[in-house]
């Protein structure tokens, strides 16, 4: 079974620096290239970028590229997701994404809330 | 923002009736999927390579288009359909974008 398993979220000051991780199980994570994916509370989804298998191929959204950096260790089958200079606007859940066909699997997604 | 046009942005239908969502693609020559989320839930690729529908999904649904109109089609809407549905286009640039999403309430 194919499990994307999210943590490292929860409540950040504006201007810190937050550290997402997805662990991923149940199928050879090195043969699939990893994305991540927001939502905003209450609006819709939003494409972050991606991650080709051997981390050699990296795309971002372009308005948000300055912000995120996205990196993956095959050995420990995780992906994970830098988040710097963070803003109310990044309030929002986080998911991670197997991108085969768009996204054929995701997290559950972590709760990244950016509050003083 | 690369946000793509859906429509309509709400609707509800009556169990049975014909239901058609539409995607507006920033470009042709691209994949469009879909995707269900229900509330509280994380979003569930539905139909993908525009008309090929995901493992488990009722063939009461089915997804076509071209160029850069695509739509997604429930032939007689039931109950367990209500939820929000989002397109997705990949491969261009930038690599992914999501449509605005059309929310289906059951009337």
């Known amino acids: 079974e194919v499990k994307l398993v999210e943590s490292g979220g929860g409540l950040v000051q504006p201007g810190r620096s937050l550290k997402l991780s997805c662990a991923a199980s149940?199928?050879?994570?090195?043969?699939?290239?990893m994305g991540w994916v927001r939502q905003a509370p209450g609006k819709g989804l939003e494409w972050i970028g991606e991650?080709?298998?051997?981390?050699?191929?990296?795309n971002y959204t372009p308005s948000l590229k300055d912000k995120f950096t996205i990196s993956r260790d095959n050995a420990q089958n995780t992906l994970y997701l830098q988040m710097r200079n963070v803003e109310s606007e990044d309030t929002a859940i986080y998911y991670c994404?197997?991108?085969?066909?768009?996204?054929?699997?995701w997290g559950q997604g972590v709760m990244v809330t950016v509050s003083s | 923002d690369n946000v793509l046009p859906q429509s309509p942005t709400t609707m509800a239908a009556s169990p049975g009736e014909k239901v058609t969502i539409t995607c507006h693609a920033s470009s042709s020559g691209v994949y469009m999927n879909w995707h269900q989320q229900k509330s509280g839930t994380s979003p569930k690729l539905w139909i993908y390579?525009?008309?090929k529908l995901a493992s488990g999904v009722p063939d009461r649904f089915s997804g076509s288009g071209s160029g850069t109109s695509y739509s997604l089609t429930i032939n007689t809407m039931e109950t367990e359909d209500a939820a929000t549905y989002y397109c997705q286009q990949c491969c261009s640039t930038p690599p992914i974008t999501f449509g605005s999403g059309t929310k289906l309430e059951i009337k």
């Open positions: 149940g199928f050879n994570f090195n043969d699939y290239w």
């Open positions: 991650i080709n298998k051997d981390s050699s191929i990296i």
């Open positions: 994404a197997r991108e085969q066909h768009g996204c054929d699997y």
């Open positions: 390579d525009t008309s």
